[in-house]
C-alpha cells in the first residue's frame, strides 16, 4: 500500500492510504481488485506492467482466467471515463497509464472539511441476515463466477433480469459467498413490501441499526454514517423505488470505500459507478433435442428433475419423462421461478399432467410453500408486480405486443398497437426493454424484439380482458398479409431471397390461426396462407404446407372464380407438398394438373412450367413412365411457341431425364449437357426450383450417370462431385438428396468402390434424416439396403428393404422401384431363398417396362442378376436360361451404349465359360469389352476384368 502517499497525474489521483480514485478532487467509484491494479500501474510511473505481474500482485497467488483481469481492466476506463485513454494495452505483454506519475504527500490526511468522522474501520456495523440455504442453486456456477468478478471491478452492481428469472436467489447465493470477505457484515434489504420510496433509507438504517435520532435520513448522512466500514449491502427488488435506491447507491460508492452495493431490480439503477449484469434464463434444449441422456446437461432440465426429487424421493424419470420435462422447460423460458413450481407440482399430480396443464400455466404454477412472498405465490402474481408499476403507455404496449408469436419489428408493432402514437411506442418498447419484460432478439441482426412465451401468455389474458384481443389479430394479420403478399411474388425464390420471411413464420401461423378462429376473417387466412407456401416449400415445411393449404382450399367460397392466382398458389403448394410427404398420388396429380390449367389460363408461364415439371416427377415416381413421356413433349412445345429461356431448359431437363430412363443414353446425354450450357450462359439460377435446387445441379449430376454407364468413369466421377459443389450454395439437404441420388450415390453404387459407396450413401442418409421429407427418408431406406446387400449383410438388408417396400406400397409412390427390387433379389439369393429371389427380379423387370416410356436403363443389370441367380440353382435347365439372360442383357446393354453394364454381363458370361472349361471363348467375350474402356481402370469390376485376362490364354488350345 501507498500509505501517506499519492499518486497523482493531472486532474487524476491514487490515494493507497484512503484506497480512492479521485478526479479534480472528487472520489471516483471502482472496486476493490481494480483499485488495486491502477495503484499497481501508477507506482510503476508509465513503465509497463505485465498481465502476470498485475494478476500476482492483485490476486495474490489465486489462479484466475484471463477474461477476469480484463472485466477489471474494463472497469477501470470506465472510471477514468472521457480520460480513458490514459490507460494503454501493450500488445501481448500488459498495461501502462500514461502521463506523469509522482508522489505527493496526503495533505487531506489531517483535513477538516465538516463531513461527520467515519467510525472505525475496525468497528463491526452489523451481523449478517442472510438467509440460509434451503436448497442447492442449479445452474448458475458461469454467473456466479463472472457476478465474483464484477463485484470486485465495480463498487455497485445491479442484477437485472425479467420476473422470476432469479435475481434475488443470484443475488444472496452471492452475497453468501462474499461475506467473509466483508467480515460477515452482509445485509440484506428487501424492498418490496414498500410502497413509498421515502421509506427506504430510514428502513436501510434500521436495517443496519443506525440510529439517527429522529433526524431526517438522507442518502449522504447514511453513506458517512457506514464510512470506512466493511459492508455488503443487497438492496432487493429496487425496481418500484429507483431513484431512492439510486440516490443511495451513488452517495455509498462515493463515500464508503470498503462498501459494496448489490442490488436487484428489473431495470437498471443507471448511477455513475454502477454495473449492470443481466440474469438470463436458464440453458433448454433446442428443438430437435438431443438425446434423453444428453437433456441432464441442460440446466433447466437439471433443476426440474432437482426440485421434483427433493418433494417425492422416488422420482426417477425416464427417457420419455425427461422429453416431456424439456418440454415444460422450454414453454418456460427457462424461468427458475415457473419451473420451480412446476416441479412442485409434478411431484404430486405427475409430469405429463404439468405438460398438459401449462396451457392453463398460471393456475398450475403456484407455489404452496408457506414461507414465499406474496409475490412469489404464483407466477400471476409475479407478473401482476411489474405490470402494475407500469404506465398506460407501457401497458397498452405490452398487451399487443402478445399478439405477435414470434420476435417482431419496430413497424408491426406500430401497425398492431394503432392507438398510440409512433414516438409513444418506441418510447414505450424503451422502457420495457429496460424493465426486462420485452427482450431485445439479439440473434437479428435488424431491430426486432419478442416476449417470453410465459409474459407473453400472461399479456394476452390482459388483452382479453381490456377486449382488444380481436382487433389487434385482425391488425396483425392483415399487416402479415399485406407484407407476404407484396414480398413473395416469384414461383422461383431462392432461400435467400425467402430468409427475411422465414423470420417471420411465428408470427404468419398466428395470423393464420386467428384468421380461421370463430371471430377470425377467413379470406386474409386463405391470402396469406396463397402467399407463405413459397416459404414453406423452400425451407421444408412439406407437412405445415400440405395441412395449411388444405384448410385453405376448404374455406374458399364456391362462388369464388376458379382460376384465381389464389387458387393456382395453393393448388401447386399443395401439389408438392403431397409429393415429398408422400401422400395421396391421386390427390397430388389432380392438384397439380389443376395448377397448370390456372396457370395456363391465366398466362403465367413460370407456374405453368413448375407445375407440370412437379406433375412429371409425380407420374415417374408412381412408374406411369407414358403420362411422364406426354408432360415432357407439352413442356417441350410450350418451349418452342414462348421461347423462354426457363421453360427450355426445363423441357431440355425433364426430356434428357425420360431419355436416360428409357435408356437412351446418348440422347438423355446430349439434352442434360444443354441444361448445363444453357443455366451458365444465362447466368441466371432461379429456374424452376420445384426441389430447391437449381437446374444445372441436377442436370450435370444426371450427366453423370450418363456417361458411367457410357463407361466414362473418370468424367462422370468429377461431373458428379461438381454437381454437388454447385448444389452446396443452397445450403439444402433436400437439394443435397436430389443431387446427389442422381449423381454421386448412382456412380459409387455402378463403379464398386465399397468404401466410396459406403461413404456417399451415409452422406445421403444423414441428409435424408436432417431433411425430414419422408420421401428421401424412404430414398435412404432404399440406399441402405443396396449398402447392406454388397456388404453381404442379406438378411438386414431384407428386412430393411420389406419396410421401405412397405412405405411405397401404403403411399402408392414408387422408388426406383425396379432396381430395389433387384438389390432385393439379390438379398434372397444371398441367403439361398431361390424362388423369392426370380419372382423379385421378374416383378423388378415386368415394372421396369420394355423399349421407350419406360425404365428400361437398369434392364440389363436385372437381366444379369437373374442369370447369376439362376446358375446357383446349379440345374441344366437353369444354366440354359441364365445363358439366354446374359445374351438378352448384352444386346439390350449394347442397344442402350451402356457400356459399364456390357463390362458386367461379359464378366459373368467369362466366369460361366470357365466354369463350363471354355477359357479361349471366356477371353474373346471378355477382351473385345475391356478394350473399348480409355478410363476408370481403378473401378473394382475393371479390376476383375484385368485379373481375369491376365489369367486367360491367349488361345484357347482345348
Known amino acids: 500500500m501507498l500509505a501517506q502517499y499519492v499518486y497523482e497525474a493531472g486532474a487524476w489521483e491514487v490515494d493507497g492510504d484512503r484506497r480512492e480514485l479521485r478526479a479534480h478532487g472528487r472520489p471516483v467509484p471502482i472496486g476493490s481488485r481494480a483499485f488495486e491494479i491502477i495503484e499497481k500501474l501508477a507506482e510503476s510511473a508509465g513503465h509497463i506492467v505485465t498481465k502476470d505481474e498485475l494478476v500476482a500482485h492483485v490476486w495474490r497467488g489465486t489462479l ?19 480520460d480513458r485513454t490514459l490507460l494503454k494495452t501493450a500488445a501481448g505483454k500488459g498495461y501502462r497509464l500514461l ?117 431526517h435520513v438522507t442518502a449522504e448522512r447514511l453513506a458517512q454514517a457506514i464510512g470506512n466500514r466493511r459492508l455488503l449491502l443487497v438492496l432487493d427488488n429496487c425496481e418500484h423505488v429507483l431513484d431512492a435506491t439510486a440516490e ?56 426440474f428433475v432437482s426440485r421434483t426429487k427433493a418433494l417425492d424421493h422416488r422420482f426417477a424419470p425416464g427417457p420419455a419423462q425427461l422429453a416431456e420435462i424439456a418440454s415444460i422447460c422450454c414453454h418456460l423460458d427457462g424461468i427458475p421461478l415457473a419451473i420451480e413450481f412446476a416441479a412442485a407440482r409434478a411431484a404430486t399430480l405427475g409430469v405429463k399432467q404439468v405438460e398438459a396443464g401449462l396451457r392453463n400455466r398460471f393456475e398450475m404454477l403456484i407455489n404452496r410453500r408457506r414461507m414465499a412472498l406474496p409475490r412469489h405465490r404464483t407466477l400471476r402474481a409475479a407478473l401482476d408486480w411489474s405490470y402494475e408499476l407500469l404506465s398506460e403507455d407501457e401497458r397498452i ?45 439479439e440473434s437479428e441482426a435488424r431491430g426486432r424484439w419478442r416476449l417470453l412465451e410465459t409474459i407473453r401468455m400472461y399479456a394476452l389474458e390482459k388483452l382479453t380482458f381490456e377486449g382488444e384481443a380481436d382487433l389487434a389479430g385482425a391488425r396483425h394479420a392483415s399487416f402479415y398479409r399485406r407484407m407476404i403478399s407484396t414480398g413473395v411474388t416469384d414461383v422461383d425464390s431462392t432461400a435467400a431471397d425467402l430468409l427475411p420471411y422465414l423470420e417471420e413464420i411465428d408470427n404468419v401461423r398466428a395470423a393464420i390461426d386467428w384468421s380461421f378462429s370463430r371471430t377470425g376473417e377467413a379470406a386474409i387466412g386463405v391470402d396469406l396462407t396463397a402467399a407463405y407456401t413459397p416459404v414453406w416449400l423452400q425451407y421444408f415445411f412439406y407437412a405445415e404446407c400440405r395441412d395449411r393449404c388444405e384448410t385453405a382450399l376448404a374455406k374458399l367460397s364456391p362462388d369464388e372464380d376458379p382460376t384465381t392466382l389464389t387458387r393456382l398458389k395453393l393448388r401447386l403448394a399443395l401439389g408438392r407438398a403431397l409429393l415429398h410427404t408422400m401422400g395421396p398420388p391421386n390427390q397430388a396429380e389432380a392438384s397439380l394438373s389443376e395448377a397448370a390449367r390456372i396457370a395456363e389460363d391465366l398466362n403465367d408461364l413460370r407456374t405453368q412450367v413448375a407445375a407440370l415439371n412437379d406433375l412429371h416427377t409425380a407420374y415417374r415416381f408412381r412408374g406411369q413412365y407414358v ?63 420445384a426441389y430447391h435446387s437449381n437446374d444445372q445441379a441436377a442436370a450435370r449430376a444426371m450427366l453423370a450417370r450418363a456417361l458411367c454407364l457410357q463407361g466414362f468413369i473418370d468424367r462422370a466421377r468429377a461431373a458428379a462431385e461438381l454437381s454437388i459443389e454447385e448444389v452446396a450454395s443452397n445450403k439444402s439437404p433436400v437439394a443435397f438428396c436430389r443431387v446427389h441420388y442422381y449423381g454421386m450415390v448412382r456412380v459409387a453404387l455402378m463403379t464398386g468402390d465399397l468404401a466410396v459407396t459406403d461413404r456417399e450413401i451415409a452422406r445421403f442418409v444423414e441428409a435424408a434424416t436432417v431433411s425430414n421429407v419422408p420421401f428421401w427418408k424412404t430414398v435412404g431406406m432404399f440406399l441402405e439396403g443396396r449398402r447392406l446387400v454388397l456388404h453381404g449383410d442379406f438378411a438386414t438388408a431384407v428386412t430393411t428393404f420389406g419396410k421401405a417396400f412397405d412405405i411405397c406400397q401404403r403411399t402408392g409412390w414408387e422408388v426406383s422401384y425396379p432396381e430395389y427390387r433387384g438389390a432385393l433379389a439379390e438379398a434372397l439369393s444371398g441367403l439361398g431363398n431361390f424362388d423369392a429371389a426370380l419372382s423379385a427380379v421378374d416383378d423388378a423387370v415386368d415394372r421396369a417396362g420394355h423399349g421407350y416410356n419406360s425404365q428400361v436403363w437398369y434392364v440389363p443389370e436385372l437381366l444379369r442378376m437373374k442369370g447369376e441367380i439362376l446358375l446357383q440353382r446349379a440345374s441344366v435347365d437353369a444354366i440354359a436360361v441364365a445363358e439366354r439372360c446374359y445374351v438378352e442383357a448384352a444386346d439390350l446393354a449394347r442397344e442402350q451404349g451402356a457400356l459399364i453394364w456390357e463390362l458386367r454381363i461379359a464378366l459373368s458370361l467369362a466366369h460361366l465359360r470357365i466354369r463350363q472349361n471354355r ?26 476384368a484385368r485379373s481375369l485376362l491376365d489369367s486367360l490364354p491367349e488361345i484357347d488350345l482345348s
Open 397 to 441: 404496449l405490452l398487451r399487443h405486443s402478445a399478439t405477435f408469436a414470434g420476435s417482431f419489428t419496430l413497424q408491426a408493432v406500430i401497425q398492431v398497437t394503432a392507438s398510440l402514437g409512433a414516438d409513444d411506442i418506441l418510447n414505450a418498447l424503451d422502457s420495457l426493454v429496460t424493465k426486462s419484460l420485452v427482450a431485445l432478439d
Open 919 to 944: 477359357r479361349g471363348e471366356a477371353r474373346q467375350l471378355l477382351a473385345p469389352v475391356y478394350r473399348r474402356f480409355t478410363e476408370g481402370f481403378d473401378t473394382a469390376d475393371m479390376k476383375e
Open 99 to 215: 502521463g506523469r506519475w509522482t508522489t505527493k504527500p496526503d495533505n487531506r490526511a489531517n483535513d477538516n472539511t465538516g463531513v461527520i468522522e467515519s467510525p472505525s474501520t475496525s468497528e463491526k456495523l452489523f451481523d449478517s441476515n442472510l438467509p440460509a440455504a434451503s436448497s442447492i442453486m442449479v445452474g448458475r456456477t458461469s454467473a456466479l463466477r463472472q457476478l465474483r468478478d464484477f463485484v470486485t471491478a465495480y463498487r455497485a452492481v445491479t442484477l437485472v433480469g425479467a420476473p422470476g428469472i432469479g435475481k434475488t436467489t443470484l443475488a444472496i447465493e452471492l452475497a453468501r459467498e462474499l461475506r467473509a470477505e466483508f467480515d460477515d457484515c452482509a445485509c440484506l434489504v428487501e424492498l418490496a413490501p414498500l410502497a413509498d420510496s421515502n421509506l427506504v433509507l430510514p428502513t436501510v438504517a434500521s436495517t443496519l441499526g443506525l440510529n439517527f435520532e429522529g433526524e
Open 627 to 689: 403420362q411422364a413421356r406426354a408432360i415432357t413433349d407439352r413442356l417441350r412445345q410450350i418451349a418452342a411457341q414462348s421461347g423462354d429461356l426457363g421453360a427450355t431448359i426445363k423441357a431440355e431437363w425433364l426430356a434428357g431425364l425420360s431419355m436416360l430412363t428409357d435408356g437412351r443414353l446418348l440422347e438423355g446425354q446430349q439434352h442434360l449437357e444443354a441444361v448445363v450450357a444453357s443455366v451458365a450462359a444465362s447466368g441466371d439460377h432461379k429456374f424452376a426450383r
Open 64 to 82: 484466475v482466467e484471463e477474461n477476469t483481469l480484463h472485466v477489471h481492466i474494463h472497469a477501470i476506463r470506465k472510471a477514468l471515463g472521457p
Open 248 to 303: 443511495l447507491s451513488d452517495a455509498m460508492t462515493r463515500r464508503c470505500p470498503y462498501a459494496l452495493v448489490l442490488a436487484t431490480s428489473r431495470e437498471a439503477m443507471k448511477t455513475a459507478g454502477e454495473h449492470v449484469y443481466r440474469v438470463l434464463p436458464l440453458d433448454v434444449p433446442q428443438p430437435n433435442s438431443p438425446t434423453p441422456e444428453k437433456l441432464l446437461e441442460f440446466s433447466a432440465v437439471e433443476l
